[in-house]
């Protein structure tokens, strides 16, 4: 039990000190590049913070723990639109920028949408138990280029205007290119090692106080493996980078689907298991409550009562747990 609170402090720690690196690296890089913060968070930042949910799917998958593979993306994901978009909020208002709006949220809504379609598949009379098999591996990877495709085909739109003199826009000194890598590699390696040693000391503390392993593996596990991103977006907030903050999270909701179920299901077809209908329509719902809060009440701006109801909406589902 020692161990475990040491692991879960430490944990913390290096989830913390990681997003605060992370996020001044990416955006020394955006800089660097003539890139936004927001294609840099739904590229560099969110392929890194997603690496958690990479490493446990893929690794399970071919250890034949399928279940495990397809519930932490289903759970983090979850955790992704609800938690870390509603705490984020709380702390900060989003402002979003009309492209997102208009591509890169419905993105995340149709990665749901796929999702639920295998999900819900024998609802529909297919006779077939529900799977993500090889083949909509194939499709959920196509999705994924596509997404990319358009998302680097932006950048030079997207671009910001480049400092000189080794000076950024607004007169300070640019980071060394040789930094920006430190930041972002040690950032990344500090979230990763830091969000393994929070499940492992926050796992064993759930089960010394008699958690069962199935609510274990859809909050802890799928709430560890979302703390990266957690700590990256409210960092980033605060620091004044909102298209970092969303783009993380929306980068990160596309990468577990699209990418990470794709390339674990042409591994090893993903049976769906325990993951039934209220998981698959809770993601749904939380994904299109994140659309709708930018189009209304105060557009393109996710308040923090918006951001308060994306938490109750979380609360709820594990309530339903």
């Known amino acids: ?25 990416a955006s020394a890089l955006a800089k660097k590049w003539g890139m936004s913060d927001l294609v840099v968070g739904l590229t560099v930042v969110a392929f890194g913070t997603s690496a958690p949910e990479l490493a446990i799917s893929v690794l399970s998958a071919a250890g034949g723990n399928t279940g495990l593979a397809i519930g932490n993306v289903v759970g983090s994901n979850i955790f ?32 749901a949408v796929a999702l639920a379609a295998m999900g819900l598949d024998p609802l529909l009379g297919s006779g077939q138990p529900a799977i993500v098999s090889r083949g909509s591996g194939i499709l959920l990877l196509l999705f994924f280029i ?11 739109r997207s671009a910001l205007p480049a400092g000189t003199g080794g000076e950024n826009v ?13 930041f972002i590699v040690g ?20 089960r010394a106080l008699g958690m ?10 799928a709430a560890g493996t979302s703390l990266p991103e957690l700590a990256t977006s409210v960092v980033a907030a605060v620091k004044g980078k909102a298209d970092m903050a969303v783009g993380n999270v929306i980068g990160s909701n596309i990468f577990n689907i699209f990418l990470v179920l794709g390339v674990t299901s042409v591994i090893k077809p993903l049976p769906f298991g325990s993951i039934g209908i209220y998981d698959l329509m809770i993601l749904l719902a939380g994904c299109v409550l994140f659309w709708l809060c930018g189009q209304v009440y105060k557009k393109r701006t996710i308040t923090r009562i918006e951001g308060a109801v994306l938490l109750l909406l979380y609360v709820a589902y594990l309530a339903l747990l």
């Not at 069962?212 to 596990?221: A, D, H, K, Q, R």
């Open 80 to 111: 992704n639109v609800c938690v870390i978009i509603g705490v984020t909020a709380l702390i900060y208002p989003i402002k979003v920028s009309p492209s997102v709006l208009k591509t890169d949220i419905p993105f995340v809504v149709l990665s």
């Open 146 to 156: 596509i997404y990319m495709r358009y998302t680097f085909a932006t950048v030079d």
């Open 212 to 221: 069962s392993e199935t609510l274990i593996g859809l909050t802890i596990v």
């Open 187 to 206: 950032g990344l390696a500090a979230l990763v090692y830091g969000g393994d040693r929070f499940v492992a000391g926050s796992t064993g503390i759930a």
């Open 1 to 25: 039990m020692i161990v475990d609170i040491i692991w879960f402090v430490a944990g913390l720690v290096l989830i913390l000190g990681g997003a605060n690196f992370l996020t001044d690296g």
């Open 170 to 182: 607004d007169g300070r000194k640019e980071m060394p290119v040789w930094k920006m890598l430190v």
